[in-house]
């Protein structure tokens, strides 16, 4: 794409490593795409930091009580142990590039997506499960205010 900052899409499981002076930081990249009207369900992560980086469009992001716009060219810090979510509030797709670090959480996704894709009557159980592997607590109850505000579909629903 042209303009893109980093030259190529990531793929989900890449990693980067930064090091200036005796400090290794190890993440995980990957570029995601984010559909009109959808919101990611609110979570806190209890061993992870994020940081968003808006590629194209613009989205909408709770950290905490804060809410904030962040548009194209810019990026957003979500810490640890603090609950987040984001949406995109436009009418075409938003992508960002999203780096999690340490890296451990990106085996989340890859676990979660093969449960998902088994037809069970346990699957929530098994996410539940997931879920406290890894450090990961949802917040459903911010979705009805959020949903209702910004005209988003819900995820749950």
């Given at each position: 794409?042209?303009?893109d900052p980093f030259g190529s899409e990531p793929e989900l499981g890449q990693r980067?490593?930064?090091?200036?002076?005796?400090?290794v930081i190890h993440s995980r990249l990957w570029s995601l795409p984010i559909t009109p009207g959808s919101i990611v369900v609110p979570h806190t992560h209890s061993r992870e930091d994020e940081v968003t980086y808006v590629i194209e469009g613009e989205i909408g992001v709770k950290i905490g009580?804060?809410?904030v716009t962040v548009p194209s060219g810019s990026y957003v810090f979500k810490p640890r142990n603090v609950p987040h979510t984001f949406w995109n509030p436009g009418t075409r797709?938003?992508?960002?590039l999203e780096m999690i670090a340490p890296p451990d959480f990106a085996s989340y996704f890859e676990e979660l997506s093969k449960i998902l894709s088994e037809?069970?009557?346990?699957?929530?159980?098994k996410e539940s499960e997931l879920d406290e592997k890894y450090g990961l607590t949802n917040h459903p109850e911010w979705l009805p205010e959020l949903v209702r505000e910004y005209k988003l579909k819900n995820p749950l629903s």
């Open positions: 794409m042209k303009g980067s490593k930064y090091q200036q002076e005796k400090h009580d804060q809410v797709d938003a992508r960002t037809p069970s009557s346990s699957a929530k159980r």
